[in-house]
């Protein structure tokens, strides 16, 4: 339960995006929920909800060199008390749906609202990242999408699977593919799993408590299609697992990164035998779709 809420008011639109997402995705400890809102006078204002009570100043200084930006820019951050309840799902119990190609996102509260077509998927806010919200997991959306109307795949890991959103959305497109998550979190695996159940698909996903490709459930398979949104440290160190998990020819999705951060992600996959097919940039966020090279025949010698 928080207790704690840092209010930042910013004229730009793009700041407050980049605000929100440095709160979400870089500070550590990370807020429980985070909103964003447009104000009477045409600005935006951003909200996030802690335990614990952050410095305000302390806290512009970190943001301000995460996102190489003058303090000044980052504006006033205001630190206020909020009364002990769930402002997880509180706070974000009005967000809209959110359309990624064929996908539509929605909460609970939009159920009777949204079209349930088979792009359709029910993700409320909780405990776990991944309401579509973010540019990462929206990037990632749009790259299955895109991806599925071109190719199709028969084996699936989300790593890092969050609430599980990506893995449910790759299962409404490839209904008969084998699809694995993973998490080394088990609130998020929890979460991805009555989120499986919601969406009528628990039957069909499996969900694990994993660090990395660790599972022994993974020891061996190759994936037609791996997808990441996790951080571009943990990408860059997984990048030669990721490379033996992954089926010659297959596909890699890859988000959780910001955009000055891609080179350093591409020239690790690149070391381990990927090459890039599409770099999308929404915001400061990268989304990587990257393409596992096929194995050069030995030369025959006679």
């Known amino acids: 339960m928080s207790k704690h809420r840092i209010l930042l008011k910013q004229p730009s639109r793009d700041i407050a995006r980049r605000l929100e997402g440095a709160l979400i995705n870089l500070i550590d400890p990370a807020p429980n929920a985070t909103t964003m809102f447009e104000t009477v006078d045409g600005g935006m204002r951003v909200d996030a909800y802690f335990d614990h009570a952050p410095e305000p100043d302390a806290l512009r200084n970190q943001l301000a060199n995460l996102l190489q930006l003058p303090e000044e820019a980052i504006g006033e951050i205001v630190l206020e008390g909020v009364p002990d309840e769930n402002w997880v799902t509180l706070s974000q119990a009005a967000l809209p749906p959110v359309e990624a190609g064929r996908f539509t996102i929605h909460g609970s509260h939009d159920a009777a609202r949204v079209p349930q077509g088979p792009g359709s998927l029910q993700i409320d806010a909780g405990e776990a990242f991944g309401t579509a919200h973010h540019a990462t997991t929206y990037g990632c959306l749009l790259a299955i999408d895109k991806l599925m109307r071109r190719a199709t795949y028969k084996t699936v890991l989300d790593l890092g699977c969050g609430s599980g959103v990506l893995a449910l959305a790759t299962h409404r497109a490839l209904p008969k593919a084998k699809i694995v998550g993973t998490d080394n979190d088990p609130t998020a695996i929890d979460v991805a799993r009555s989120n499986a159940k919601a969406n009528r698909a628990s039957a069909k996903l499996k969900f694990f408590v994993a660090e990395g ?46 955009v000055p951060q891609a080179p350093s992600v591409i020239a690790a996959y690149r070391a381990a035998g990927f090459h890039v097919v599409h770099h999308a940039r929404i915001y400061e966020w990268s989304t990587l779709t990257l393409c596992r090279d096929q194995p050069r025949p030995r030369a025959v010698i006679t």
Not at 215 to 225: C, E, I, N, Y
Not at 230 to 246: D, F, Q, T
């Open 213 to 258: 490709l660790g599972h022994p459930a993974m020891r061996g398979q190759h994936f037609d299609l791996i997808i990441a949104n996790i951080l571009a440290g943990p990408l860059i160190r997984l990048a030669r697992s990721i490379a033996r998990a992954s089926a010659p020819g297959g596909h890699v999705v890859l988000s959780g990164l910001l």
